[in-house]
């Protein structure tokens, strides 16, 4: 790590002094839309947000958001965990939660009502990612606490307009395409397919999967109508977590052993659709949205119990989840100095699934060796079935007022009315066999408020700093997890109210842009399990830190990126069972939650010639247990690519995890006591032509 540092600060120190620098835009007044739904520069924002953009993912070829988000602060997603190796979970703030954040594709929350449909995200033809820290109450609601992740794709009419193909490790290999289509003057339409094969360490875990996203666009009279297709095709051979006994990993099982039965898959046909519209009224701008997707998913894993016998339960899981979008508000501008926004919007979801478990399906050493049978050779000896119906619903008004050149202040209330009516079915078949259906509902109505300010402090030129400081109350209903065990209660909300204070700006003739934020958020009503394995709202947490990140644009090609993260998340109160008897783990580290989180990187991007990236991810020391008896040693990864740009074409080295680090990254929550590890080492050639 101080290597890497060093060599980091040589190379910007080297530079600058030859008078390499060059002015520069000033990333920091980037327009972003994820905060306040209407396009707004980054320094006037009255909270911490991030922009990755296409340039930047395509130079490192980032194809999932463990890589998109590495040089984001304070921010991790490792790939894989229970959604399967396409999958990832992401923690901001330092809280590793899978539902805790909202990700957004153009507009539209990805996975609805339920939990982010990350496995299904789509990172070809990305014009940018933006990243807002903290929940967002009045714009989205009830459905996040700690960050928003919002992926926006190239509008119609627009594309990378490129082609790519790559072969990597382990018989791996992808490939990309993305195009304008043939419009007319009011028409517009693009294209965007691609597709991988990926393989593993652990030669049974895979991933296969395809995507299409169609953009059209057309001017019809004042307004245009916007209309997109999405489909996403995913296949996951899902790997084994390890178990945690006692104060770490048992060394008892090899690091890339799979136990899942020999059929096991995570697959997911996802089909969405979407139209929009934007016309100008009496009142303002008026925009409608309307989203519908389908999923169509089978969920065939096993996972050892935790006595180190090596018995395994499995579970086979057909689901289908349905989800509707709406929103429609309108933007007023009329008066000097401030924007008005007022609308509503509906957040649907239904999701039945049968789950038909084996406990105690088979036995297997631990070392790996024996292929277990496949789950249609298995008799359940278990079915459960869940039903679960959600609508999150709301009424919002935000007002942003920047009364001069200094002052912002943007503050907004939301109404929210949300439903959810659930019926839990579960049948054991071993004597005496019996059956137990139950509904249950919950509605609850409450407001969610978010009240901001920045102020520039000093401005020069180009450079500036901004002050800005936020007040953010949110909450969201308990999450349904769709997983094998009978849950048949309504929980309630969970809440959290953050408080956010920061400076960002710019320097060096706005080369050098910065952002640094202090935070602190308190969980109420946290979801844990019961010693019964049934779920209860029982915990509390809170969440504070610091996150500092900087990117110095040393010359028009050629960016160093830094970001350094400090977080204290501890529990509130909280009476862990740890299989014997309760404790009492108040004041506890967070599980899998570092005190430290650091990048580095450099990205350098001409237009022809040599180009390439390296980017240096350190991750500090945390615990795998609530009780803090379990550390982990920190671990730093290097990702890094070379490549060369000859006319129309790109020929590129990639490799990730360079380092080969295998750490515990994120917990299963389907096996008791059982952790998922990092991705090994990962090497790729790609050819690409420009269109």
């Given at each position: 790590m101080r290597r890497s540092i060093l060599l980091f600060a040589t190379v910007g120190a080297c530079l600058a002094a030859s008078g390499a620098l060059a002015k520069t835009t000033s990333r920091i007044e980037e327009v972003v839309v994820t905060a306040t739904r209407v396009p707004e520069a980054n320094d006037r924002i009255p909270a911490s947000t991030s922009v990755v953009t296409?340039?930047?993912?395509?130079?490192?070829?980032?194809?999932?958001?463990?890589?998109?988000?590495?040089?984001?602060s304070g921010v991790e997603a490792p790939a894989g965990g229970d959604a399967g190796p396409s999958s990832s979970v992401p923690s901001f703030w330092g809280l590793h939660e899978f539902d805790a954040f909202l990700?957004?594709?153009?507009?539209?929350?990805?996975?609805?009502?339920?939990?982010?449909?990350?496995?299904?995200?789509?990172?070809?033809?990305?014009?940018?990612?933006?990243?807002?820290?903290?929940?967002?109450?009045?714009?989205y609601g009830a459905t996040s606490f700690v960050g928003v992740v919002q992926v926006l794709h190239y509008p119609a009419g627009q594309a990378a307009n490129r082609m790519d193909i790559a072969l990597g490790s382990y018989g791996s290999a992808r490939g990309d395409l993305s195009l304008v289509l043939p419009g007319t003057t009011d028409f517009h339409e693009s294209l965007a397919l691609d597709g991988q094969s990926l393989g593993f360490a652990d030669?049974?875990?895979?991933?296969?999967?395809g995507h299409l996203l169609y953009r059209a666009?057309?001017?019809?009279?004042?307004?245009?109508?916007?209309?997109?297709?999405?489909?996403?095709?995913v296949h996951d051979t899902p790997p084994s977590p390890i178990l945690r006994i006692g104060t770490g990993l048992t060394p008892l099982?090899?690091?890339?052993?799979?136990?899942?039965?020999?059929n096991a898959e995570i697959a997911e046909n996802k089909y969405d659709g979407d139209i929009g519209w934007t016309q100008p009224v009496a009142l303002g701008s008026w925009s409608t949205l309307f989203s519908y997707s389908h999923s169509d998913v089978r969920y065939i894993a096993g996972f050892l119990h935790p006595d180190l016998s090596g018995t395994v339960d499995t579970q086979d899981q057909p689901r289908s989840i349905d989800d509707v979008y709406f929103d429609t508000h309108i933007t007023n501008q009329s008066i000097k100095n401030l924007t008005l926004i007022a609308g509503m919007d509906a957040l649907y979801g239904h999701g039945s699934q049968y789950t038909y478990n084996d406990n105690s399906a088979y036995t297997v050493p631990l070392n790996g060796s024996v292929l277990p049978p496949p789950t249609t050779l298995l008799p359940a000896n278990e079915i459960g079935s869940v039903n679960d119906t959600r609508w999150f619903l709301g009424q919002y008004v935000q007002a942003d007022w920047k009364p001069d050149h200094y002052w912002d202040v943007l503050a907004g209330v939301r109404l929210n009315e949300t439903f959810e009516n659930k019926y839990?079915?579960?049948?054991?078949?071993t004597p005496p066999p019996s059956f137990t259906g139950i509904h249950a509902n919950r509605q609850d109505v409450r407001p969610s408020v978010m009240i901001g300010t920045s102020y520039r402090a000093w401005r020069k030129g180009g450079d500036e700093a901004v002050l800005y400081a936020d007040y953010r109350n949110a909450f969201k209903p308990a999450a349904q997890d769709f997983g094998p065990d009978f849950q048949p209660a309504v929980l309630l909300p969970e809440t959290a109210q953050s408080y956010e204070l920061g400076i960002k700006g710019a320097l060096a003739g706005s080369a050098l842009t910065y952002d640094l934020e202090g935070f602190l958020e308190d969980f109420q009503n946290l979801v844990v399990p019961l010693p019964s394995g049934l779920l209860t709202n029982a915990a509390h947490e809170q969440l504070k830190g610091v996150d500092a990140q900087a990117r110095y644009q040393l010359m028009p090609d050629l960016a160093l990126s830094a970001s350094l993260a400090y977080h204290d998340d501890r529990f509130g109160h909280y009476m862990?069972?740890?299989?014997?008897?309760?404790?009492?783990?108040?004041?506890?580290?967070?599980?899998?939650?570092?005190?430290?989180?650091?990048?580095?990187?450099?990205?350098?991007?001409?237009?022809?010639?040599?180009?390439?990236?390296?980017?240096?991810?350190?991750?500090?020391?945390?615990?795998?247990?609530?009780?803090?008896?379990?550390?982990?040693?920190?671990?730093?990864?290097?990702?890094?690519?070379?490549?060369?740009?000859?006319?129309?074409?790109?020929?590129?080295?990639?490799?990730?995890?360079?380092?080969?680090?295998r750490p515990p990254v994120s917990a299963s929550?389907?096996?008791?006591?059982?952790?998922?590890?990092?991705?090994?080492?990962?090497?790729?050639?790609?050819?690409g032509y420009s269109l």
């Open positions: 296409g340039k930047d993912l395509r130079l490192r070829d980032a194809w999932d958001l463990q890589t998109a988000l590495s040089l984001v990700l957004v594709e153009d507009g539209v929350p990805w996975g609805g009502a339920f939990n982010p449909a990350i496995s299904t995200i789509d990172l070809n033809d990305v014009e940018r990612i933006e990243v807002l820290k903290g929940s967002a109450p009045v714009m030669k049974r875990e895979s991933v296969a999967d666009s057309d001017a019809i009279g004042r307004g245009k109508l916007r209309f997109d297709v999405n489909l996403s095709f099982i090899p690091v890339n052993a799979n136990f899942n039965p020999a839990s079915t579960d049948r054991l078949l862990f069972f740890n299989g014997v008897s309760s404790v009492d783990v108040a004041g506890r580290q967070l599980t899998l939650s570092p005190h430290y989180l650091a990048s580095l990187g450099i990205l350098y991007s001409p237009p022809k010639g040599l180009n390439g990236s390296l980017v240096v991810n350190y991750v500090g020391r945390r615990y795998l247990d609530e009780e803090n008896t379990a550390p982990v040693p920190a671990f730093t990864t290097l990702s890094a690519s070379v490549g060369y740009r000859f006319g129309r074409y790109d020929l590129a080295l990639e490799g990730t995890n360079l380092t080969n680090q929550e389907f096996g008791s006591q059982s952790f998922y590890l990092l991705n090994a080492r990962m090497l790729w050639l790609r050819l």
